[in-house]
């Protein structure tokens, strides 16, 4: 009977788009100093609550530094024959210089977990440095077809998502996440209603050198949807979270710079907009109607890690909530202060976000954070 | 004159006791139904009657009731009376059988199936009383990226954007004539789209020096006939729209009769008064995709790229690909004319048996440009029948930027949808250019009326909007997942690109 109801999840996973609450947390040493990953495993614990045990997950920059430029490919699979699958797919523009099963730490709890893979890969033509993202792009975009059966976590430099269905402190366990040194931590839970989560649904979402948590419910999904359609992102992971990260990873690929993807993501109200400076308001009016379709509607708190630094953005209507706290050269951000303060009794300052105001946080010595 | 063998479509009836004599219907009928008998009462003549219920209203004491006729014999579900009495008409007079306004056929209307959502419990829905709700638009050419110039931090725009229309309402008036309509007709709708903010539509008649007030709200349109284009008519509107074609009669021409050419008429259009106003059925300067662009060309360089140019065409089978086509001719704005779509004049089969409805249009017009990549550098306007802002919306939700309107605008107005606007005897001073019947329409008055109506509909989109907890009309666009179908096939689902009912996100 159990086996029979496992099919139904099996055949029902990835196949819709889940709407969802959640638990979001982030930190960042501005120092560029790396933090083991306990410190958000704990955050996210406090907040247990805000999820229902389908879907967290991690994601952490700076933990491959011994790894050079390669690009980090993690990678959710069904078997090893979809792995040579993937693998075929990989080789076609990627020399993989390394290769190995993802270290868990067996507890028990996940008996049917998927085969959990990373590839550490370097382009066939690093002469073409500019076209790296289209090239992450397409290669994800490849993979991700295959979904539910592959999909990809996380393709991007010294950085690496780890997420499944669990419970945060389940997933922290599993991945071993305590193993890990990043100088900044992204952590969420997921709380989808009326389906079950599958591993490939989880946060972060990421592509390329951004990685996304979000808690909140994107309205906007189909337009969003139907616009990206235009330049070659596939949406197939049907959690709508998806979208938010491609929209960003589009939105860099055309030289915004992060406070204007900011502006994109949560416009100024058009009578906002008449009361700025003239040119600023001529920017901000021409990104509202370029972009507009990108413009992400319904209730969220998003965090957004990219090397050297992370972003932190609510709803235009501050529908969720989202807290900042600074230490030091420490920046934590969740969805409730007392994550904060679990990790960081002393916390100096601790803020909410306004509705549609990026918070964005570059790590003082960037080089620190970036490959040497 | 033989007999005529075709029973009356509609019955009048007058209420003696009620009836005062005083010959208000002699007067408010324009086609002659009731006639002042000289003393002997006001007899009535039901063959000419439209059923347009002027009189009926206008009756001071209600003493008139216009009702259509149960049966003109032993029509059935095969033969219905419609087609009985095109039969009788035409085997009395071998003409094609003329009418106005938009099919009226019982084709399926997807409107009545899609669904809209709202949000409960993970989203909250909007009060768009409390909140702000966004749903101004642009139409025009969108760059494929911004151009920054400056410093992080301070940065600017580098070059500026290509000429767009601001609307405060998703929504346009469609092409109507001067001459089609009454110049009355034509003011109300400039006053209306100047006070809502939006556009207004020349329609191919040429600009009545009257409109020279509204020329910021004025889109003016270059048609096969070309009447009344020159320099100062294509400088005089914020937008230049080629029609190409017209949803209620695709592939066919236009032909304004001699007599109703007056002096006004011919002056605006720019041809002597008393002789027939003939637009071909194809431009004969465009033949094929390639002289559409040089059009679009020759109308950019005669008026220094200040302008979009928008490109009109009935929906018709293989209307994706032709749009796709006028994107790439140049084109900054595609309106897609649906089936539903009305006119002045049209032969009623054509009217009836050729096109695409505009749901559908929209739809897949919107799909193609996405799979080509091109649909964000153009704006797409739907129109054909859009009925009330729900039909609006799910218009926005297949794929549109802005809709036309043109019958509900006339409705505003006061039409009762008697499909005889090519018989110039409007009882509403509607489609007629008869001084007696066009004075029925105050520009003031009518303006009004159509402010009140789009007014009412800014406020439902907004209601709309907050129940789905959307407050941006740009997270509309495209937004199917917002639609479910109800009773729709398969086949049709994925043409629309729609969900069944009761499937999830």
Redesign the interface.
Known sequence: MSERKEDYHQSYEGK??????CAVAGLINKAGKRVNGRTIGEMMAVMHERSNGLGAGYAAYGIYPEYGKAYAFHLILTDDQTRGEVERILVRNFKIIEQQEIPVRRTGRYKKAPLLWRYFCEPLRPDRESAIEDLLLTTTMRINRMAPRASVMSCGQNLGVFKGVGYPEEIAEFYRIDQYLGYSWLGHGRFP???PGWWGGAHPFSLGETAVVHN??L?????????L????YELSLRT?TEVMAYAIHYLRR????W??VAKVLA?P???ELERMAG??R??VA????????L?M???FSIIVAFHGGLMALND??K?RSLVAGASGADLYLASEEAAIRQVCPRVEEVWSLPAGEALICRAEEESACHVA | MPRSLIPPEFLVARDEGRCLKCKACVRQCGFGVHTDDQGRGISIDERRCVNCQRCVVMCPVGALKVTANPSVGRENAYWPASRLREIWRQAENGGSILTGMGCDRNYPVYFDHLLLNA?Q????S?DPLR??M?I?T?LGR??E??S?AGP??A???ADP?PP?VQLEIPVMFAAMSFGSISKNVVLALAQAAKRLGIMFNTGEGGMSSVLAPYREHMIVQVASGRFGVDNAYLEAGRIIEIKIGQGAKPGIGGHLPGEKVNEEIARTRGIPAGADAISPAPHHDIYSIEDLSQLIYTLKEATDYRKPIAVKIAAVHNVAAIASGIVRAGADIVVLDGLRGGTGAAPKLIRDHIGLPVELATAVV?RRL??E????QVSLVASGGIRSSADLLKLI?L?ADAVYLGTAALLALGCHLCQKCYTGKCSWGIATQDPSLTRRVDPQWGATRLVNMLTAWGHEIKEFMGA?????L?????????LRAVGLPQNELDQLGVKQAGE??
């Open positions: 819709i788009r889940i709407p969802s609450g209603t009326n389906t909140g419910e309205s906007s999904y189909g337009t969003n949807k139907s616009v359609e235009n330049f070659g709508d055309q030289n915004l710079s406070p204007l416009p109200h058009w009578a040119p600023e001529e920017l021409a990104l509202r109607r370029i972009y507009g379709g413009m509607n319904g209730p235009r209507l529908l | 949000s419990v993970t989203n909250p909007i909140e702000p966004e101004r642009f969108k760059p990226k911004v920054i992080p931090g940065e600017r725009l954007l767009v919107d996405r799979e990549g091109i649909r964000e939700c794929g789905m907890g959307i407050n941006a740009e997270s509309f666009r495209g937004n199917r997942l917002q999830a996100m």
